[in-house]
């Protein structure tokens, strides 16, 4: 069972344009969503996360919006670069039982930004 | 400063063969794990280390063995290695209470 889904393996978008990559979570005990860039060959890198307590969290270029009752989540990037293409993960945790630490991950969107 | 650190980068190993994947992070972190990444499914949990001395399963512990052998240092053992078991592993820590994990640059592992 799933709990995290990303269902768009891929996005293309023009350098300069909006990206959106969406992620929606069925397990209503996460809390804590975040949001991780991995370029090939390389580890994971954190870029944003947002608490349950949020409807959005904005750290430069990128913004990330939180809908509880619908459980789906959305990364924006404005304007996008193709420094930007790479596979973007979807991570959510719970807070529950002091559990806080583990992640659950989704299978990630791949993004490509063309100059 | 090296953050965390994977050895060794890329392996190849023979049904049946085991092996050590080492990590160690330079950070404090109290928190490791083990993920493994393949084709279209993700990163998922083998194990975890919520504490020095402390060890807990993950979704996918079958076949991996871990040891927490200091504040430092987090290793993922295959007892006896099968083709099920090529991937990408990687190795991440945290800080107490902090969600957001740093991760290694991870071990290509194929087992023939």
């Known amino acids: 069972d799933q709990q995290v889904k990303q269902n768009s393996p891929s996005l293309s978008v023009q350098e300069g344009r909006i990206s959106i990559l969406n992620c929606d979570y069925t397990?209503?005990?996460?809390?804590?969503f975040l949001w991780y860039k991995k370029y090939p060959a390389e580890g994971p890198t954190f870029l944003i996360s947002?608490?349950?307590?949020?409807d959005k969290n904005e750290d430069g270029r990128f913004t990330v919006f939180l809908n509880k009752s619908a459980k789906h989540l959305s990364l924006h990037i404005v304007p996008s670069q193709p420094g930007d293409s790479a596979v973007y993960f979807c991570?959510?945790?719970?807070?529950?039982?002091?559990?806080?630490?583990?992640?659950?991950f989704g299978k990630g969107t791949l993004l490509t930004v063309n100059p | 400063n090296a953050g965390v650190t994977q050895t060794p980068k890329f392996q190849v190993l023979k049904t049946g063969q085991s092996m050590t994947l080492q990590c160690a992070q330079d950070m404090n972190h109290n928190s490791m794990y083990w993920y493994r990444q393949d084709p279209g499914m993700g990163l998922r949990l083998i194990y975890y280390?919520?504490?020095?001395?402390?060890?807990d399963k993950g979704e996918v512990p079958n076949g991996y063995n871990v040891s927490r052998l200091n504040k430092r240092e987090f290793s993922l053992r295959l007892e006896s290695a099968a083709p099920s078991q090529t991937s990408v592993y990687f190795c991440?820590?945290?800080?107490?209470?902090?969600?957001?994990?740093?991760f290694g640059q991870g071990t290509r592992l194929t087992v023939v």
């Open positions: 397990n209503s005990m996460f809390d804590y």
């Open positions: 280390s919520a504490s020095e001395g402390t060890t």
């Open positions: 991570a959510a945790s719970s807070n529950s039982g002091g559990s806080n630490y583990k992640l659950t």
């Open positions: 991440a820590s945290s800080a107490q209470g902090i969600t957001e994990a740093f």
């Open positions: 947002i608490s349950s307590i949020k």
